[in-house]
């Protein structure tokens, strides 16, 4: 089994940034994808971001282009979500999920094999 545990949640006003970090744990592979989805209150699970296990390929859902980067760090097991002009919209549970075997396109839209705990983020207009 693979562990995924978020961190860098918090509360920030409009405008501002967070940076979000997922370290991986367990039965870690190579070649995986990871990606970054959100709930927010009464609304569905949506996909945010994701990348490959190079780096070479990235995929963003469209709000959040030009705003958020994800990166990774496979020395370190770890995926990592830039959130710059955040927005109040922006508010929602985050999570982290990876897949050894989807690319970036079909995690953004199908259901990954691991997911993370998750992580509050709250922006305050």
């Known amino acids: 089994q693979v562990q995924l545990a978020e961190s860098g949640g918090g509360l920030v006003q409009a405008g501002g940034s967070l940076r979000l970090s997922c370290a991986a744990s367990?039965?870690?592979?190579?070649?995986?994808?990871m990606a970054w989805f959100r709930q927010a209150p009464l609304k569905e699970r949506e996909f945010v971001a994701a990348?490959?296990?190079?780096?070479?390929?990235?995929k963003y859902t469209d709000s959040v282009k030009g705003r958020f980067t994800i990166s990774r760090d496979n020395a370190k097991n770890t995926v990592y979500l830039q959130m710059n002009s955040l927005k109040p919209e922006d508010t929602a549970v985050y999570y982290c999920?990876?897949?050894?075997?989807?690319?970036?396109?079909?995690?953004?839209?199908?259901?990954?094999?691991?997911w993370g705990q998750g992580t509050q983020v709250t922006v305050s207009s």
């Open positions: 999920a990876a897949d050894g075997t989807m690319s970036v396109l079909f995690i953004s839209q199908y259901d990954p094999s691991y």
């Open positions: 367990g039965r870690t592979f190579t070649g995986g994808t």
């Open positions: 990348i490959s296990w190079t780096g070479s390929s990235t």
